[in-house]
């Protein structure tokens, strides 16, 4: 099975500051058609996750492009160019490469205001 | 625009059954793949069950092969999870989540349905 591991697990920023949370997985998330199904979701407080970006890099509709994602094979890195205190909340990366058999979430990093 | 509204949960003792219903509007459900996703209280997101557009692929978790059944229902717009054997740490909101139109895991997400298993 795929493990994905995020870190950091908490991390405090100021507002108007840059964050970055890192994702890795156990095995290459390139799939046999050349794509790499990893993708970022952010979950607000009371709130259903609502994914950020799809296949390591392109932004969902409505995404403000402060967030970017890059990376490849198994490391991967979700970026906020500039804090605003709507960012706050858990982010989630997920790969979906090996389905069948199954997807699989990282553990999660909560993003704060200090 | 789409909606997913998910339903059937509430309080079940360790042991009973409970099935899951997930209604999908907006979207033409038969062309996409369709997920369930759990997230217990104050823990992460854990994903649970998927099914290709025509169940011809079905995939489980490891913690709940065995107990969980997915299927769906093209002509009712309808996803469903049947729980079987639940046990205490099958406590969880379930959400139901569409696949994308690549095929990029999650483009919607439902509010969720909250299952709790206790005596």
């Known amino acids: 099975d795929v493990v994905m591991t995020q870190s950091p697990l908490s991390l405090p920023v100021t507002l108007g500051q840059p964050a970055s949370i890192s994702c890795r997985s156990s095995q290459s998330l390139v799939y046999s058609d050349g794509n790499t199904y990893l993708n970022w979701f952010q979950q607000r407080p009371g709130q259903s996750p609502r994914r950020l970006i799809y296949?390591?890099?392109n932004r969902d509709s409505g995404v403000p492009d402060r967030f970017s994602g890059s990376g490849s094979g198994t490391d991967f890195t979700l970026k906020i160019s500039r804090v605003e205190a709507e960012d706050v909340g858990v982010y989630y990366c997920m790969q979906g490469t090996h389905w069948p058999p199954g997807l699989t979430f990282g553990g999660g990093t909560k993003v704060e205001i200090k | 625009e789409v909606q997913l509204v998910e339903s059937g949960g509430g309080l079940v003792q360790p042991g009973r059954s409970l099935r899951l219903s997930c209604a999908a509007s907006g979207f033409t459900f038969d062309d996409y793949a369709m997920h369930w996703v759990r997230q217990a209280p104050g823990k992460g997101l854990e994903w649970v069950s998927g099914?290709?557009?025509?169940?011809?692929?079905?995939g489980y978790a490891d913690s709940v092969k065995g107990r969980f059944t997915i299927s769906r229902d093209n002509a009712k717009n309808s996803l469903y999870l049947q729980m079987n054997s639940l046990r205490a740490e099958d406590t969880a909101l379930y959400y139901c989540?569409?696949?994308?139109?690549?095929?990029?895991?999650?483009?919607?997400w439902g509010q969720g349905t909250l299952v709790t298993v206790s005596s």
């Open positions: 989540a569409k696949v994308g139109n690549y095929g990029d895991p999650f483009d919607y």
């Open positions: 099914i290709s557009w025509n169940s011809g692929s079905i």
């Open positions: 296949k390591v890099s």
